[in-house]
């Protein structure tokens, strides 16, 4: 029996269109194609995985910082190997690192401020480096005529982050907010790098890495250590949080808000390196 109503498949319709405008084959080649990249995805190789935590034993104190500070369980004091007169070291769970970087935003060894020329805290991720931080900011750092100069620094892979350097803002991306260990703020405003600094992170529940809002917010509050030096005028230290994918979220207009505060205290005459 002939049959009395054909359903159509939403799924497919999609390529409706295409087969108005191309002829049978390439539509067929098209849908071959994309079906032979579904099938064969699962055997791509993988995307470049950051490498894990590392602890350098000469720079680690036991402290504990770095424990306390990963959201991911992977980091666990030990006996010290070294013979040093430290009872404990760290050591990571590389099975459990997601190269986050929060463990060196927590150690009190990651600090910029470090004259030896390889700065190599306790604890460092090989591939986006204390010490690579600290060259980029240097490297960032605007002509004095640039008024104000503003520092951005925004998560790896965020696009609104990308949206901003498009937009000719001084950006510099790191793992998470919570990568930067609070003297890095300091570094910048003391040693005159920038005029303000923008932090482009995001919202509660929201952090890749969980906890990285949350402890950025706390260290620059002193609540948490490392905490930021009480000579760091933390009204030049914005935090943009905003969830992202929010279509509320505009960072061009928070960095221009910004760069306007600046700018008028500027403009008062306030002093604005410390
Ligand atoms: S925070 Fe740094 S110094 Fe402290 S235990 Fe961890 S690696 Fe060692
Ligand atoms: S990089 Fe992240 S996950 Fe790995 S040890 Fe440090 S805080 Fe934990």
Known sequence: MAPQVLRLDWFYLHVYPLIQMWS?????????????????????????ELRPAVVDLENCNGCKRCVDDCPFGAVEMVPRTD??????????????????????????????????SALIPGIDLPDRSAADIRQDIVEHAEPVSAN??????????DREAARLRRAG???????CMGHLQPSNFDFVLSRNHADGILLLGCQDGNCNYRLGAEWTE??????????LR????????????????????????MYEAFRATLRDRLAEGEAVTS
Request: some cysteine; glycine content about 6%; proline content about 9%.
């Open 24 to 48: 049978p084959g390439a539509v067929w080649a098209l849908l071959i194609g994309i079906s032979g990249v579904i099938i064969i995805a699962p055997w791509s190789p993988p995307a470049k």
């Open 83 to 116: 013979g040093t007169s430290y009872a404990q070291q760290a050591s990571v769970n590389s099975d459990l690192c997601v190269s986050c970087g929060l463990c060196v935003g927590a150690c009190p060894t990651a600090t910029p401020f470090r004259s030896r």
């Open 148 to 157: 104000p100069r503003v520092l951005v620094f925004g998560c790896e892979d």
């Open 169 to 175: 803002a001084n950006v510099i991306t790191v793992m």
């Open 218 to 227: 706390q260290r620059i509050a002193r609540e948490r250590d490392p905490r």
């Open 230 to 253: 009480k000579r760091t005028d933390t009204t030049k230290i914005a935090l943009a949080w905003q969830a992202p994918w929010s279509d509320h979220r505009d960072p061009v207009a």
